[in-house]
């Protein structure tokens, strides 16, 4: 069935690098995203989100892009720094009636 | 009010009996949901609730499990002879609509044993 994923199971960049994280969707039907951070043993943390009737929004040092013409997502972090560590996670939301769906994630390390 | 809260924080049971989680959502949303997160996975859908009323169940959603809202302020997860397959952690995630980010709780880790 239809699903969101993620391209990279795992990212390690160098403290003060950029960082990208990307996800895959596959429903055509969502129109609202939502990247989210978890460290361990914590609950996921909303990070940003983006509506489809647009293909970029920033936040602080974060900056999503969307791609609707090949359903792809984008989270750039910008001056990673050690506390940025964590599985990133895209949802989407098919039906705006129901509830987000996550993909797998992304385990980002900061090497200092 | 801090946030949403999860109780309680580890749980650990026998194969067979009975356990119930709670979920206090920020008081303001009108939504609340539970997803189920096994290691190096994503959350899965469980359910959910607007207010009292629940609205949608996951497939994953045996009929060993059963979630309550009563009057729409927190919420109960229980879960009936309990299997070592459901050792996961329990998340619980509240938002004031479709449209807003879920605030998530730091989840019931369960493990059955």
């Known amino acids: 069935g239809e699903s969101v994923g993620l391209h990279l199971p795992t990212l390690s960049v160098q403290e003060g690098d950029n960082s990208i994280i990307n996800c895959a969707y596959s429903n055509s039907a969502s129109d609202y995203f939502i990247w989210y951070k978890q460290e361990s043993g914590k609950g996921p943390q909303f990070i940003i989100d983006?509506?489809?009737?647009?293909d970029k929004r920033q936040g602080q040092r974060v900056t999503v892009l969307l791609n609707k013409t090949v359903k792809h997502l984008s989270l750039q972090i910008a001056a990673t720094q050690p506390g940025d560590s964590a599985v990133y996670f895209c949802a989407e939301n098919p039906d705006r009636n129901n509830d987000m769906r996550f993909g797998a994630g992304t385990r980002l390390t900061v090497k200092p | 009010d801090t946030g949403v809260s999860q109780n309680p924080r580890h749980k650990i049971t026998k194969r067979g009996q009975n356990v119930t989680f709670r979920c206090d959502p920020i008081?303001?949303?009108?939504?609340l949901y539970w997803y189920r997160q096994t290691l190096g996975q994503g959350p899965e859908f469980l359910t959910y609730f607007q207010n009292e009323a629940q609205l949608e169940k996951s497939r994953l959603l045996s009929d060993r499990f059963s979630a309550e809202r009563p009057k729409g302020s927190f919420s109960t997860l229980e879960i009936q002879r309990t299997e070592q397959g459901d050792s996961a952690m329990y998340l619980c995630a509240s938002s004031l609509n479709t449209r807003s980010g879920y605030t998530f709780g730091s989840g019931t880790r369960l493990t059955v044993v």
């Open positions: 008081s303001e949303h009108n939504r």
């Open positions: 983006i509506r489809s009737n647009m």
